[in-house]
C-alpha cells in the first residue's frame, strides 16, 4: 500500500528528529572520547579537556549555544516540513488569504529577542571572567620571539630562559626544550609582549589565548586544577617558522615547583641561555 504524502513527511521529519537529537548528544556528552589531557588527540573534533574554571566555562557555554541551535535546526525543519505537506496546491487548493496575525507577528518577534539576551548574559559573563584578571599568587611574562617564547620569573629571582623547539620530545611539534612551570591551584598572571612581530599565547586546555604585540603589554590569566603538561601554539602568522614555536606549561605541587624555581635560579642565573630561532630544523 502506498503511504500518503502526508506520511511519508512525518516518516521523514522523524528521521531527521533522530538523527539530529542523536548527534547533539553525541557533541555534548561524547567529544572527550579519545582526548588527552593537554593536548590534541587523533579524531579529536570537542574542545580539549578542561584544565582551568575558564575552560570550564568555555565548554559549558559551548555545549549550551550547541543544544540551542540544535533545538532552533529541529524547529525550522518541522515548520518546513508542515509547509510543504500542507500548503501544496493539492492538499490545500483554495489557499488562505489571511495577511496578517498579531499573536504571530508578536511571539516572531519577542522569541528571537528573549533568545539573544539568553545567549548575551552567560556570553558577557564569560567575557568579563576571563579579562578581570584576579589577585595573582605568581607573575610570568612570556615574550614571543621569531620563533620561539622566552618566559621571565619576577617574582622568583627575576630569572629568564628561553624554550624552543625540541626534535627530540613528544608530542612531535609541541615538546620544548624548557617548559614553563606553575604550581596548582594558583593563579597565574601572564604579562604577554612581542620582541619582533606580533605573536600570539594560545593554550587552548586553559582558555587563553592573547595577541603578543612588540610594544604593548597585554595580560591574562589561569588557574590550573590539575597536574600534568599542557601544550599550546603561537595562534598568529608570524613568519616561516610560524608552525614551530610551541608553548609547553608543566603544573606542579606547590613543593615541587619551590625545588624547580632553586634549580632555575642556578641554571638560567647568567642569562647566558638565548638561543635562535634557526634551530627549528624542520623547516628547512
Known amino acids: 500500500m502506498r503511504m500518503s504524502m502526508s506520511r511519508v513527511g512525518r516518516h521523514l521529519l522523524g528521521l531527521a528528529t533522530i538523527a539530529l537529537v542523536a548527534a547533539g548528544i553525541t557533541l555534548v556528552t561524547g567529544g572527550a572520547a579519545f582526548a588527552e589531557l593537554g593536548q590534541p588527540a587523533p579524531w579529536e573534533w570537542h574542545l580539549q579537556a578542561s584544565g582551568s574554571p575558564v575552560m570550564d566555562n568555555i565548554v559549558w557555554f559551548h555545549d549550551f549555544l550547541s543544544v540551542l541551535i540544535i533545538v532552533i535546526t529541529l524547529f ?51 567575557l568579563f571572567l576571563e579579562l578581570d584578571v584576579p589577585k595573582a599568587d605568581l607573575t610570568i611574562k612570556a615574550t614571543g620571539k621569531q620563533w620561539y617564547w622566552s618566559y621571565a620569573y619576577p617574582d622568583n629571582g627575576k630569572f629568564e630562559f628561553d624554550s624552543l623547539m625540541a626534535q627530540d620530545k613528544q608530542p612531535r611539534l609541541l615538546g620544548v626544550d624548557n617548559e614553563m612551570v606553575v604550581p596548582v591551584n594558583k593563579v597565574i598572571r601572564v604579562q604577554v609582549t612581542g620582541a619582533d612581530v606580533i605573536h600570539a599565547f594560545a593554550l587552548p586546555a586553559f582558555g587563553v589565548k592573547i595577541d603578543a604585540i612588540p610594544g604593548r603589554l597585554n595580560e591574562t590569566w589561569f588557574k590550573a586544577t590539575k597536574t600534568g603538561m599542557f601544550y599550546g601554539q603561537c595562534s598568529e602568522l608570524c613568519g616561516k617558522d610560524h608552525a614551530f614555536m610551541p608553548i609547553a606549561i608543566r603544573v606542579v605541587n606547590d613543593q615541587e615547583f619551590a625545588s624547580w624555581v632553586e634549580s632555575a635560579k642556578k641554571k638560567f642565573a647568567s642569562g647566558g641561555t638565548s638561543t635562535f630561532a634557526s634551530a627549528a630544523g624542520p623547516t628547512q
Open 76 to 126: 525550522v525543519l518541522a515548520l518546513l516540513v508542515i509547509v510543504v505537506m500542507k500548503f501544496n496546491a493539492k492538499a490545500n487548493p483554495v489557499p488562505s488569504r489571511t495577511t496578517h496575525n498579531t499573536l504571530i507577528e508578536v511571539v516572531w518577534t519577542l522569541v528571537p529577542v528573549l533568545i539573544l539576551v539568553g545567549i548575551a548574559v552567560p556570553s558577557f559573563r564569560l
